[in-house]
Structure formats: C-alpha cells, structure tokens
C-alpha cells in the first residue's frame, strides 16, 4: 500500500512537532443535515483526522455518551449507505482530510465485505476501526481492506502485553489506537503518566503513529496526553455537546457551531502539548 491520507496527515503533525486532533462523531447524530454540517466544520475547527462512527444497534465497547448517540442516528434512519453517503458529500470540497470509519463488523458483514470495501473506496474513506474483530480473523476484513488500499486500525489497550502487541501489530496500518484504560468510552483517565509510559512501550515495537483515546474530555486533559502521543481521540465529549444542543432545541447551524467551538478548544490544548 502506498502512503495514504492518513500517513501524510501525521507527517504534517510530526514535521509541526505536535499531536493529531482526531475527533470522533457518530454518522447521522442527531439527523443527517445536523450531521453534514458538523463534518464539514471539522477540519476548519481543528480536526487533523475524523472518525465517523457507524450506528450499530447492539454496540459493546461503547459508554452511555456513543450508544445513545447510535441510538439517535438509527432513530433518524442512518444506514451504513447513508454513512458512505455521507462521506461522498464530504469530499466534495475537501480531498484531505482523513475519514475512518469505527464501529462493529455485523453491519459489514450484512452489507457484503467486498461490496462494502468498494464503496468505501468509491466514496473516500481512509481507514476502518472495527472493535469486535481480533487479529485472528485477519483474513475476514483487514486483509482485503488492506488489499483495496484502506488503513485498517488496530485498537490496543492496557491488558495487551508485549507477545499479544506483536500479533496486534502484524497487520496494522494507518495509526494505532491505544484505549487509554480498561472498560468503555467515556470514563475519566486515572493515571495519566501510565499512559505516556504504555504510548512509549507501543512505540518501541512500532513505527506506527499512536493515537490515545478514552476519558480526554478537556484541552488540558488533550495537552497532557499529546506529550507523549502522536495522536489525540476525543468522542464522547463531542456526541455529549451534541445530545446537550438537541435538548436545548438549538437549530442545525447552532448545533454544529456548538460542536466546532469544542473541536477547536480541544484541538488547541492539543496544540499546546509540547510548547
């Protein structure tokens, strides 16, 4: 595979000495205009990687924040199409920033591997964060995403010693995403000189970028992390500001607004990591 989206965006960030922003909103949340407009005001706001969740009704990896923001999306009427579709739009008008797609195989599977990939090539998606697939099932999806030139990212967490790193690792490609603890999306970091140390362990097996997500949910939790990381996820702070705007009854354009006054805030604490 040659160099991709998401290569060079991480040469960008490493040749400007700073982390990646990397934010996280689900396709379709709250309804699909509300959610153009929030992927299109990323990359302005600060957001050097997107990921885009795939509703999926039986999520597990997910906290209260992501399953209802699924919820939400699938309520609406999002379908995997829908979310391809979404992308389409996206690129349009940038041809850049890196899209990846996150979430749970079964929707996948039911689509059609093969026809899957080849939409999601067709539409411009860089990459695929599936939670539910270990390293064992390789041949399933991530060598074929590999083979039609999509990164296919791996998620390591605490609990993955250096024998399962190697296996983890084998066919990883894009960045590796290093879930901060043990559990689900949205809880707090406990210990974040722990998680420098884990970020510079993963390093030392790879030449991989490493991104860190889970429990950042302040800039200064995203200039802590960004120290050590080549990478800073934040999702469920950004599906949260989302739910809190649909509540208030804010219109499309103040809802993405919202939103991009987050990313931005973020993305500027992670900008600040090794100042």
């Known amino acids: 595979m040659g160099a991709t989206r998401i290569d060079r965006r991480f040469e960008k960030t490493r040749a400007e000495n700073r982390p990646a922003f990397v934010s996280f909103t689900m396709a379709g949340d709250p309804d699909e205009a509300t959610a153009d407009a929030i992927l299109a005001g990323l990359p302005r706001a600060g957001a050097d990687v997107i990921e885009l969740g795939m509703p999926f009704s039986d999520p597990m990896a997910d906290g209260v924040a992501i399953q209802l923001a699924g919820q939400r999306a699938l309520k609406a009427g ?8 979404m992308v389409a739009r996206f690129r349009r008008t940038d ?65 993955t010693d250096d ?88 219109s499309v354009a103040e809802t993405a607004e919202a939103v991009h006054r987050l990313v931005h805030s973020l993305s500027q604490g992670a900008r600040s990591a090794r100042n």
């Open 78 to 85: 999002m379908t995997l199409d829908k979310v391809l579709a």
């Open 95 to 159: 041809d850049e920033t890196p899209i990846v797609l996150m979430g749970y195989y079964n929707p996948i599977y039911i689509y059609g591997v093969e026809a899957f990939l080849a939409a999601a090539v067709e539409a411009g998606v860089d990459g695929l964060i599936v939670v539910d697939l270990p390293a064992e099932e390789d041949a399933e999806l991530c060598k074929p995403a590999l083979a039609a030139g999509i990164n296919f990212i791996r998620l390591i967490t605490p609990t």
């Open 163 to 250: 024998a399962r790193l190697a296996t983890v690792l084998e066919n990883s490609s894009g960045f590796v995403y290093y879930v901060s603890m043990t559990g689900i999306t949205g809880a707090e970091i406990k210990n974040r000189a722990a998680v420098g140390d884990a970020v510079n362990r993963i390093q030392s097996h790879t030449r991989l970028p490493v991104a860190v997500g889970f429990g950042i949910k302040s800039a200064e939790d995203a200039a802590a992390i960004g120290r050590d990381a080549d990478g800073v996820v934040v999702g469920s702070a950004l599906v949260s500001e989302i739910a809190r705007s649909r509540d208030g009854g804010q």
